[in-house]
C-alpha cells in the first residue's frame, strides 16, 4: 500500500511559478509511474503529465506543454511538478497518482493505484 502526500500548493499571482512536491511511503516508489492531475471547482478531473518510473519518459498535456515540468527523485521517494507561468484558469486542486500502467496510456480518465489527498492552487488575476 502506496501513501501520497502533496505540498507546495498556495496562492499566487498570475504569471507566477509553483512548485508541488508529492512524497510516497509504504511501497515500492520505483515500481510506478508517477502522475500529476487536477481538478477544479465543478469541472471533472483533468491529466496533466506522468512520468516513467526510472524518469526515462514523460508524457504530458497539452493544456501545459511548456509551463508544467515534472521530475522525480527516486533515493526520495519524491515526484514534483514545476509550474511556470501560471494562469488563473489553473486555479484548482492537485493530485499526484501512482499507477502501474504505461505513461503514454495515462489520461484524465485514467483509474490510477494509489492517489494523494490533494493541494490546492490558486492563481489570482
Known amino acids: 500500500q502506496v501513501q501520497l502526500v502533496e505540498s507546495g500548493g498556495g496562492l499566487v499571482q498570475a504569471g507566477g511559478s509553483l512548485r508541488l512536491a508529492c512524497s510516497a511511503s509504504g511501497g515500492s516508489f520505483s515500481d510506478y509511474n508517477m502522475g500529476w492531475f487536477r481538478q477544479a471547482q465543478g469541472k471533472g478531473r483533468e491529466f496533466l503529465v506522468v512520468?516513467?518510473?526510472?524518469?526515462?519518459?514523460?508524457t504530458i498535456a497539452n493544456s501545459v506543454k511548456g509551463r508544467f515540468t515534472i521530475s522525480r527523485d527516486n533515493a526520495k521517494n519524491t515526484v514534483y511538478l514545476q509550474m511556470n507561468s501560471l494562469k488563473p484558469e489553473d486555479t484548482a486542486i492537485y493530485f499526484c497518482?501512482?499507477?502501474?500502467?504505461?505513461?503514454?496510456?495515462?489520461?484524465?480518465?485514467?483509474?490510477?493505484?494509489?492517489w494523494g489527498q490533494g493541494t490546492q492552487v490558486t492563481v489570482s488575476s
Open positions: 497518482a501512482a499507477g502501474a500502467r504505461p505513461h503514454w496510456t495515462w489520461g484524465s480518465d485514467y483509474e490510477a493505484d494509489y
Open positions: 512520468i516513467h518510473q526510472t524518469g526515462g519518459g514523460t
